[in-house]
């Protein structure tokens, strides 16, 4: 029985691109028809381009029943991880994610974050992280995500997971990724939602970091044709989920005609 | 019987750093040395931050008995391949070093070429070489070496196999590497200066690079105590120097004694 759902946000609830986004149609209306389901729901995003304050109002404008507690993100989830092994960030992030560490001690550093920077990926701001951590004895590398690249109205933009490469090479380190596919990521987002993984499915529009990632926990996964899904995905050579669907409204209506 | 030197160029002639650099004590009367020896020499480099004649220049003011003739170098390597291979390139590299590209098609680019971009790598720059590679059918990236970083006056640079690695990863493609450690190169500058490898030493400040290169060639190669050199060099798990030197004057004052 399926008691939890779990949803991608970005290329399955909408289009993102330039200043806003565009809802992709009937995700509004699915949203809706499974919270009056009853079944259990969190938002499971990589977005480290702005607070989940900035980036639930942003949805909500668009017309979702969203609301901060809802959302699982990687910023919350670093946080907790900095606080629990006493480490001080020095921060490659987003200016827009920066907040989200209002409370971390960043004196002194010991470690790095690095989210999607963005315009914040410069030569400089680049080199600087790097010195920081081939400074250290042994580097502390965390990586909000490893998305290779996303696409914006204005094109294809690198991600997190390029830069992060860059770094590892560079100092010979292996980042700890914080956000999907990370299986202490999907757990936590399954505990805040009280269901365990085989009670619970996932539906995403990336193949690895979605699909992939939850049915490493032990969950089902959908994979939707919206986003940046591509019909190549379809030929992975290690992944495969446990249905294709058109788009979320798709997914929903199948999952509550089989309750 | 040695019959010919390769000599790294940066941490064994000179420190670089800012706007030209420092020639390390002994060199300038070394490389008059050899000269004087009759042993065949090369100038084995991996600069890419300008063109050779400017290199050349720039040594040439610090002292050193050395002409654009004597200097193996990635990008007129580089040039050759495309050439040979008819790629046009989408070109990232140093303002300085477009120069060597002058003579070759960049219209309509089916290849992208990655140099020590410094400055130019922004974000931009490197969102626009993500999308050309991409956007190729079978993405193809030259990489003008693989170093992972580099020290100037004012600091560490990340340096140009760092941002390979980042291209590489977002499009799930392996570059192909003009430049040391490329088994290649070292045969085209053994080759220009007429000597097989077996009577041939490399003299360099980076185990990798330089010393590891060359011996897989089937050279012998010293590392000098100068430049990149650390101590921890010494302990490195895959790769044994035939001899360390303290610089390049003793290296070859070593070298002529025996000959």
């Known amino acids: 029985a399926v008691r939890g759902l779990l949803l991608d946000v970005s290329g399955v609830l909408y289009d993102s691109g330039g200043d806003g986004g565009v809802p992709i149609a009937g995700s509004v209306e699915a949203v809706r028809r499974i919270k009056a389901s009853g079944l259990k729901l969190r938002f499971c995003t990589n977005e480290t381009q702005a607070t989940r304050e900035k980036f639930v ?12 507690a ?3 993100a990687p910023a919350p989830a670093a946080c907790r991880m900095l606080k629990e092994r006493g480490l001080r960030p020095h921060l490659l992030v987003h200016d827009d ?21 963005a315009e914040n990926f410069t030569y400089a701001n680049l080199n600087e992280a790097f010195r920081v951590l081939i400074g250290m004895e042994k580097p502390v590398l965390l990586s909000l995500g490893r998305g290779r690249y996303y696409k914006e109205t204005d094109g294809l933009k690198l991600d ?6 860059a ?3 560079a100092c010979d380190v292996q980042a700890e990724v914080v956000g999907k ?3 202490k990521f999907f757990e936590s987002a399954l505990a805040e939602m009280g269901v365990p993984p085989h009670q619970a499915i996932m539906i995403g529009d990336d193949i690895v970091n979605d699909v992939g990632g939850a049915q490493r926990c032990g969950m089902r996964a959908l994979q939707v044709r919206t986003g940046k899904y591509r019909p190549c995905d379809e030929n992975h050579p290690n992944v495969k989920p446990d249905a294709y669907v058109n788009n979320l409204a798709e997914a929903v209506d199948i999952i509550l005609h089989q309750m």
Do not use: H, R, W
């Open 97 to 117: 994610l920066v907040p989200e560490f209002a409370e971390i001690d960043k004196a002194n550093p010991n470690c790095v974050v690095i989210g999607d920077a």
């Open 181 to 183: 596919p990370a299986k």
């Open 57 to 68: 109002k942003k949805l909500q404008g668009m017309g979702f029943d969203i609301s901060v």
């Open 160 to 165: 997190v997971g390029a830069y992060m490469k």
């Open 167 to 169: 770094l590892e090479y």
């Open 70 to 72: 809802e959302v699982t």
